[in-house]
């Protein structure tokens, strides 16, 4: 465990928010929008924590961090698409879910905000080819909500010094 000890520290070290602040929300925000499971929110809800005078600048950074990470799984599922389709054939719900996503094409990836599917759903956006500059708009727009509303929410119930 002393090799994983000697990389862990440094990088929790230069992810620490009070040194590094946005360009670590920024981090911390694109990466939880690819296919990792982690989130962002405590990021953003720690630093503005700290600092409340960063609600804005934290809430625009996040949601420039997690729109290029959507934008990121939206060319990795284009990537991908060629090679699932020449391997496997599609179940019903498979397909049923797809067709959704066909009808409602680029207004789908407002729903990039959401936990488990938001993520995944940018990829298959990417997969079936939706047009990539619409799709990061409608990702970058639900994102900005889910942080405004999320962050918002968590300063109303753990106030401190933070006031509106």
């Known amino acids: 465990m002393p090799a994983v000890e000697a990389w862990l520290e440094p990088l929790l070290a230069a992810l620490a928010l009070p040194k590094f602040g946005l360009s670590t929300v920024f981090v911390v925000a694109l990466v939880s929008a690819t296919l990792l499971p982690m989130g962002s ?21 996040a949601t420039a961090g997690n ?10 599922g284009y990537g991908v698409e060629r090679a699932y389709e020449s391997m496997a054939h ?8 797809l067709k959704w996503l ?4 680029a207004r789908a ?14 990829a298959v956006a990417g997969w079936l080819r939706l047009p990539f ?15 405004v509303v999320m962050t918002a929410a968590l300063l109303w119930v753990f106030p401190g010094q933070f006031s509106p």
Do not use: H, Q
């Not at 066909?102 to 094409?105: A, L, V």
């Not at 407002?110 to 936990?115: F, G, M, R």
């Open 41 to 61: 929110e405590p990021a953003v809800f720690g630093l503005v924590k700290l600092n409340p005078e960063l609600f804005w600048p934290a809430v625009l950074v």
């Open 67 to 76: 729109t290029v990470g959507g934008a990121i799984s939206w060319w990795m």
């Open 90 to 97: 599609r179940k019903p719900a498979e397909v049923k879910a």
């Open 102 to 105: 066909e009808r409602f094409g």
């Open 109 to 122: 990836c407002l729903l990039a905000w959401l936990p488990i599917v938001g993520d995944p759903l940018c």
């Open 133 to 147: 500059w619409p799709c990061v708009g409608y990702m970058a727009i639900g994102k900005f909500a889910r942080y």
